[in-house]
């Protein structure tokens, strides 16, 4: 049974800060990995999704990584903003196709001015 | 142009009250999923529908219902409403084939009971 868990539960930083979110999955057997966000009493944004044949994803400031053998991936922020602050959430793809999301109770960030 | 919409985004009600939530997306998707955000924040699957399918139920207490009257509607029952169901319900999409799988999420419907 899949399990994901991300540490830190919590990061404050201040801005301009480079930083790292952590998420690990105990089955390297994932199809796909995907990052969200959640503002606070709002949905989920997808930020990023990795494939299980790829390393890194890139998207502006976020660069997602990930290692299915050691069962991690991270979320690396550049030059954090204060319009960063929110949960990020990791979530495991059990399988192919049509297969729900396993996620992880989040890390809640906070970028201070 | 809202991918993946969600109503209500609040609801309140009483214990022992049936309710329920609608979801719908325009992205063309097969698969379809119920997710529950509880107190804590932790998100779990109840359901997923593939192609108006129910395809997996996680041992969700079968007062919760869902129905797919086509690929691009899901929606969710609840009958006999407990203070435990209590939560933010999240419904979302995907295409449902391949590996590249990524899911779309609705704004969340907050539920509470009293």
């Known amino acids: 049974k899949q399990e994901v868990t991300q540490i830190p539960a919590a990061l404050s930083v201040p801005e301009g800060e480079n930083l790292v979110l952590n998420c690990s999955f105990t089955d390297s057997a994932i199809y796909n990995l995907q990052w969200f966000r959640q503002d606070p009493g709002k949905g989920l944004t997808s930020l990023l999704l990795?494939?299980?044949?790829?390393r890194e994803q890139t998207s502006g400031r976020l660069n997602a990584s990930l290692d299915k053998s050691s069962g991690r991936s991270t979320l690396y922020i550049a030059a954090s903003q204060p319009g960063d602050s929110a949960t990020y959430l990791c979530?495991?793809?059990?399988?192919?196709?049509?297969?729900?999301?396993?996620f992880g109770k989040g890390t809640r960030l906070s970028v201070i001015a | 142009d809202t991918a993946v919409s969600q109503t209500p985004k609040y609801l309140v009600t009483q214990m022992g009250n049936d309710k329920s939530i609608k979801c719908e997306q325009n992205l063309g998707h097969d698969t379809m999923y119920w997710y529950k955000q509880d107190s804590k924040k932790f998100l779990k699957i109840m359901f997923s529908?593939?192609?108006?399918?129910?395809?997996i139920n996680e041992t969700v207490p079968n007062r919760f219902s869902p129905k797919s009257p086509d690929k691009a509607h899901l929606n969710l029952h609840i009958n006999s409403l407990e203070l435990g169901d209590s939560a933010v319900y999240f419904c979302a999409s995907n295409p449902g084939l391949g590996n590249y799988n990524e899911q779309f999420f609705g704004p969340g419907t907050r539920l509470t009971v009293l």
């Open positions: 529908y593939n192609n108006k399918e129910l395809i």
């Open positions: 990795i494939q299980s044949s790829q």
């Open positions: 979530a495991a793809a059990r399988g192919s196709g049509n297969t729900p999301l396993v």
